[in-house]
């Protein structure tokens, strides 16, 4: 199963007629996760054709407007298209606060319950975990709390060489998933066969990092290293460095560095501010120092691969 990354909004505060605030949904190991929940981000799910009942994890950023303000809409739709499933939301202490009162204020019923993971800790923590996934907090440095998520794949399981398999009639299909999770066989005579010389090597996990609004940090660095592909945020170009700073964001030739100090495989920049009508120049700044750096475009849907 492959991993995908669909952008839905990659905007900074203010909407334009071609881009939205910031929402990404992840598909990963047939987990649908929704990262941020910027204004307008049920529409964008919709014209992306995304299964609103595949969401069952949601990942906020941090409080500002732009990267929650779609989230009382999208939870009054879930109830209309018959929800009953709990919904899991992760983000800082004071989400419940905000989420609820607006639910008692305008009178929204629920069918289903909204399991809430508020979060307030400085250092990097595993927050989500199944028996193929993992998703760790990036803890950032913005105007307030804030963080950014790393989502990686387990390790795969190998690949059963059935050939060689067939060569040994004790074996049997209630022994494969032995095999699959790197168990050598002993057969009756008491010779073990080794692990490697009945399965092949496992495809290889795949990683993403999404960074949300912060200003530049190498501290991020070791909880990223190696990510195949890392979104940073990238509101102004390096000449308004002072004003990134002041408002607690990142430029693109700073967000290069972070993915290049990182080892990522790809960088994906966003969060642009509507300063730049041409926002080829925040690749070109970025690509001085990482090459492989790219502009999101609204809807398009990245694979993402192994570096």
């Known amino acids: 199963m492959s991993a995908f990354l669909t952008i839905l909004g990659f905007n900074s505060a203010i909407p334009t007629v071609n881009s939205s ?11 649908h996760f929704l990262i941020d929940c910027g204004e307008g981000t049920q529409v964008q799910l919709r014209k992306a054709r995304a299964k609103f009942s595949k969401i069952n994890h949601i990942f906020i950023s941090h409080l500002h407007g732009d990267h929650c303000f779609g989230l009382p809409g999208l939870i009054a739709s879930f109830r209309l298209l018959g929800r009953e499933t709990p919904l899991h939301i992760y983000g800082p202490k004071g989400i419940q606060e905000m989420l609820e009162t607006i639910f008692r204020i305008t009178e929204t019923q629920r069918g289903f319950e909204v399991v809430y993971h508020e979060l307030q800790g400085r250092n990097s ?13 990036i803890p950032l440095n913005h105007r307030i709390y804030c963080n950014g998520y790393l989502f990686r794949e387990k390790p795969k399981p190998r690949h059963l060489d059935m050939q060689e398999i067939a060569k040994y009639p004790e074996i049997q299909v209630c022994d494969y998933q032995n095999l699959k999770d ?10 073990l066969l080794k692990n490697e010389s009945l399965t092949k090597k496992p495809d290889r996990s795949v990683s993403y990092a999404f960074c ?8 991020i660095i070791p909880i990223i ?9 990238a509101t102004f170009l390096q000449e308004l460095k002072e004003m990134a700073d002041f408002t607690g964001h ?6 290069a560095r972070i993915a290049r ?14 300063r730049y009508p ?3 120049v925040f690749t070109d700044e970025a690509r001085e120092i990482f090459p492989n750096s790219f502009l999101p475009t609204a809807l398009e849907r990245i694979e993402i691969l192994p570096k």
């Open 225 to 233: 290293q190696d990510v195949d592909v890392l979104y940073h945020e």
């Open 261 to 274: 100090k990182a080892n990522a495989g790809k960088l994906i920049l966003g969060h642009f501010s509507n």
């Open 278 to 280: 041409d926002r080829s």
């Open 21 to 31: 605030p910031t929402a990404q949904l992840l598909e990963m190991e047939e987990r």
């Open 250 to 255: 990142s430029t693109a030739l700073e967000a």
């Open 182 to 191: 790197g168990k050598d066989f002993l057969l009756s005579d008491g010779y």
């Open 125 to 137: 923590e595993k927050i989500f975990e199944d028996k193929k996934v993992e998703v760790f907090t």
């Open 212 to 219: 949300s609004d912060t200003r530049y940090s190498e501290s």
